[in-house]
């Protein structure tokens, strides 16, 4: 079997409609839809004339016997048939279009207001025991978390929402992004200092 | 105690503000509030003694070095305020504290041990 190449035996074996799931199909114009101010042509993929008259297409050789392998694929293109009769015509969403996620804005404005408020704790306790006391990227640090909380605290309210709609999620990816930048920073470089260390000291 | 008076302060004004999730963003609140008077607290007791917390726990090599520390007392607190929140919202809910003197005085609760702790510490 595999000398012929088992792609070889399946086309000659396995009857034409299994060969193609849309070999007992055609797509073509089933009725008329109406979409705001006109009437739009439907097409949809339907059965064959010959086939919904009982007129089967052909099922391939008659003789092939019908062996484990063939047996096994007549059960996946089944398979696939199925899936795929479920995709064209089972039942979807009526909108398709992009939709807003109330737990995804509710869970940005609470991660970067953690960060925000992470920011500002660490940055006091370290001003607090550093042995050089506090310093001007202390300073920064306090701002910068508390701007970044102020900010997530703004963008949750419907005002600034209605008119900026996902400021959450872009106030989110911006604190990530310094908080990681920062600490990427201090780990990396060759004085261990933060951002705001580089700057401001 | 002052910090439900803090909480119901910032619940009722981003319940006016229109808020989605008033609740988290007041409790957020009373924890930056928290966490500047335990630094005052921290800034007096350094003052007072000296050297000891340097020589007893050390200077940090890094301000990432206490990130467990606050992420640990930012998850109890956030909990804790989560059990009050019902309790001070309930209390504060025939009367709107939300007013300019309230705001003022707030403002003072929350930044001036904050102030005074770094004068202490730059001076």
């Known amino acids: 079997m595999f000398d012929r190449g088992l792609l070889n035996y399946w086309n000659r074996n396995l009857p034409a409609n299994l060969r193609d799931p849309f070999a007992n ?4 114009r089933v009725g008329q839809v109406g979409v705001p101010g006109f009437l739009a042509d439907k097409f949809d993929w339907v059965l064959k004339d010959e086939v919904n008259n009982g007129n089967v297409l052909s099922s391939g050789n008659p003789s092939a016997k019908s062996g484990p392998w063939v047996m096994t694929g007549q059960g996946m293109l089944g ?5 795929l009769e479920t995709a064209i015509h089972g039942p979807r969403p009526m909108y398709t279009g992009p939709k807003e996620s109330v737990a995804t804005k509710i869970n940005a404005g609470r991660l970067s207001t953690r960060l925000g408020l992470a ?7 370290d001003g607090a025991f550093n042995k050089n006391s506090w310093q001007n990227h202390h300073t920064a640090d306090v701002a910068i978390g508390l701007g970044l909380t102020g900010a997530s605290l ?5 005002t600034v929402a209605a008119f900026i709609p996902g400021l959450n999620v872009a106030i989110a990816v911006v604190g990530l992004t310094y908080f990681a930048l920062d600490l990427g920073v201090q780990i990396f470089s ?4 933060s951002i705001n260390q580089k700057l401001f000291d | 105690m002052i910090y439900d008076f803090l909480y119901a302060f910032c619940y009722q004004l981003n319940e006016k503000l229109k808020s989605n999730d008033s609740k988290f963003y007041a409790g957020t609140f009373v924890i930056i509030v928290i966490f500047f008077h335990a630094f005052f ?7 007072l003694t000296g050297d000891y917390i340097e020589k007893t726990i050390g200077s940090p090599s890094s301000k990432y070095v206490f990130l467990p520390f606050v992420l640990i007392a ?13 309790r001070i919202i309930t209390r504060y809910e025939s009367r709107s504290i939300v007013s300019m003197i309230n705001g003022l005085l707030i403002f003072c609760i929350v930044f001036l041990p904050l102030l005074i702790g770094v004068m202490i510490l730059k001076k």
């Open chain 1, 25 to 28: 199909y055609e797509y073509k």
């Open chain 1, 79 to 83: 398979f696939s048939q199925f899936a």
């Open chain 1, 119 to 125: 920011g500002v704790a660490i940055s006091i306790a």
């Open chain 1, 154 to 158: 703004l963008a949750s309210t419907a």
């Open chain 1, 190 to 193: 060759e004085d261990h200092k």
């Open chain 2, 41 to 47: 607290v921290i800034v007096i007791f350094k003052s």
């Open chain 2, 74 to 86: 930012m998850w109890i607190l956030e909990r804790l305020f989560k059990r009050r929140a019902g």
